[in-house]
C-alpha cells in the first residue's frame, strides 16, 4: 500500500501536477467564455469547471478526461434561459439532464453514441458554431443589445467601440496565426491563455495612452469578490408548473451523453496506454456531476476534448491532473477573483468565435478520430 501511495505521489509531482496547471490556464477563460455565450453568470462557469474537474474526475472511469462547460451546449442552454426567463427555473433542466444520464447509466445505454450517424452529428455541431459565431460578433464589436442583428447590423461598425473592436481584431488575428504555424515557442503556454494576456495588455495601454478609446466597466469580466452569496439555486417549487423544463433538460441531458462519449472516445485514442474508458461508468459520473451543477448554480457539464486533449499533451498520467485543474480553479475563485475582473470580455468572445469555427469545420470530426 505504502508502495502504491509513493508511485502515484511521484506520478502527481512529476507529470499530473504540471499538467494540472497546464489544463486550468486552458480552461479558466473557457468556463468564463462558455458561460457568457450561453447567457449565464460567469460564475455559472466556473462553478461547473471546478465540479467538472474533482466530482467527475473522481467518478469516471478515465483517466485523462476532463470535464466541464462545453461550448458545444451553449445555444441550447442560452435558449433555455431566454424561453424560461429565470436562472433558477433553468437550473432545474441541469438536475433533470443528470437524471436522465444516471437512468442511461443503469440502463446500460452508453452503446447508443454507435447508432448516430455521423452526418447527424457532424450537421449538428456544424449549427452550433455558426449560432456560438453569430453571439460573438456584437461583443467583438462592442454592442451589447439583444437586438444587434435586427437593428444594429447595417450601422454597427460606424458605432463600434474602438478599444473593443482593436482588442477583438488583434486576438482574433493572433488566435487565428499562432493555431496555424504552432509555434514551438509558446507550446507551454496554452493559446486562449495567451489571448487573454494580450487582451489585458492592450485593455490596459488604451487606458494609459488613449483614454478615449478604454473599455467601459460592463466590458470586463465581473465575477463578484464573494460568490458564494452570489450563487442562485433551484427553484423546486416551479418544477411542474412548465413543461418546457422538462423538455430542456430531456434535451440537454441526451446531448450532453451524446457529446461526453464522443469525447471519451477521442480522448481513449489519443491515449499512449491505450485504456479504455467503460461508457455506462462515465455517463453515471456525468449525471451525478450535472446534478450537483444544477444544486449549486452552474451550467450543465460534459466531458470536453480540448481539455482532455491539452491534459495529454501537457504529460499527464491519472485522473488526479483534472483534479489538480480543479484546485487550481477553486483557489482562483476564492482567493484572487479580481485578477478575472480585468478580463475584457472581447478577449473572450475571439476565443469562443475560433472555437464556433471548429466546431463548424469537419475537421473538427477527424481531430476527435471516428466518431461512430
Not at 478609446?213 to 452569496?229: A, M, R
Request: glycine content about 8%; charged content about 10%; overall charge positive.
Amino acid at each position: 500500500m505504502k508502495r502504491t501511495l509513493k508511485y502515484y505521489r511521484f506520478l502527481w509531482i512529476r507529470h499530473d501536477l504540471p499538467a494540472g496547471l497546464s489544463v486550468f490556464l486552458v480552461a479558466l477563460p473557457l468556463c468564463l467564455g462558455i458561460a457568457l455565450a450561453s447567457g449565464a453568470p460567469l460564475y455559472s462557469g466556473l462553478i461547473s469547471g471546478i465540479i467538472g474537474g474533482s466530482v467527475i474526475s473522481l467518478l469516471s472511469g478515465s483517466e485523462l478526461s476532463v470535464s466541464g462547460p462545453a461550448a458545444g451546449l451553449s445555444t441550447v442552454v442560452a435558449e433555455a434561459i431566454l424561453s424560461l426567463g429565470d436562472f433558477p427555473m433553468f437550473l432545474l433542466t441541469v438536475i433533470i439532464a443528470g437524471l436522465l444520464q444516471l437512468l442511461l447509466a443503469v440502463l446500460k445505454l452508453g452503446i447508443i453514441v454507435n447508432y448516430f450517424p455521423s452526418a447527424i452529428i457532424k450537421g449538428m455541431l456544424s449549427v452550433i458554431g455558426i449560432i456560438l459565431i453569430s453571439k460573438q460578433i456584437p461583443i467583438m464589436l462592442g454592442f451589447d443589445q439583444a437586438d444587434f442583428w435586427h437593428t444594429f447590423f447595417l450601422n454597427s461598425f460606424s458605432n463600434a467601440n474602438v478599444g473593443v473592436l482593436l482588442i477583438s481584431i488583434i486576438s482574433l488575428t493572433l488566435y487565428m496565426i499562432l493555431e496555424k504555424l504552432q509555434f514551438k515557442v509558446l507550446k507551454s503556454i496554452p493559446l486562449p491563455l495567451l489571448i487573454v494576456i494580450v487582451g489585458i495588455i492592450i485593455s490596459n495601454l488604451l487606458q494609459i495612452y488613449f483614454p478615449h478609446f478604454q473599455l467601459k466597466p460592463h466590458q470586463f469580466v465581473n465575477v463578484p469578490k464573494n460568490s458564494i452569496t452570489n450563487i442562485q439555486y433551484p427553484a423546486f417549487s416551479k418544477i411542474f408548473l412548465h413543461t418546457e423544463i422538462w423538455q430542456f433538460g430531456l434535451t440537454i441531458g441526451l446531448l450532453a451523453s451524446i457529446e461526453t462519449l464522443l469525447s471519451v472516445e477521442a480522448i481513449d485514442k489519443l491515449d499512449r496506454h491505450n485504456r479504455i474508458t467503460p461508457v455506462n461508468r462515465e455517463l453515471f459520473a456525468q449525471g451525478i456531476g450535472n446534478i450537483l451543477c444544477g444544486l449549486l448554480g452552474g451550467i450543465p457539464v460534459t466531458a470536453v476534448v480540448v481539455r482532455g486533449a491539452a491534459n495529454i499533451d501537457a504529460g499527464a498520467k491519472t485522473r488526479f491532473a483534472a483534479l489538480t485543474h480543479s484546485i487550481f480553479l477553486l483557489l482562483t475563485v476564492s482567493l484572487v477573483p479580481f485578477l478575472l475582473n480585468i478580463i475584457p470580455f472581447a478577449s473572450l468572445a475571439s476565443i469562443l468565435l475560433v472555437t464556433g469555427y471548429n466546431l463548424r469545420k469537419s475537421n473538427f470530426i477527424k481531430i476527435c478520430g471516428a466518431w461512430a
